[in-house]
């Protein structure tokens, strides 16, 4: 499982910014497709709001790779 570590002045991250900042999407646009399809998970369960906020603990599942949020 990938990690994700969030920045000491940041509260959350956004989904579509996660997928860009671990490489599973290539921008922007790639990464709403990518969760407006439904290949994105958090908590186990689907999602489909990009700006959906990631807080440390959560768990994201996108094309096979897992990646946890950490501080």
Known sequence: MEQLKLRDK???ITLGQL???VG???NG???KELITSGEAQVNG???IRRGRK???GDQVL???TEIRVVR
Request: include cysteine; charged fraction near 50%; hydrophobic fraction near 30%.
């Open 24 to 26: 599973i999407a290539d």
């Open 19 to 21: 997928l860009k900042a």
């Open 29 to 31: 646009s790639e990464a």
């Open 54 to 56: 990631l807080r440390e």
């Open 45 to 47: 369960e689907t999602e």
């Open 10 to 12: 940041d509260e959350y």
């Open 62 to 64: 996108c094309r096979g």
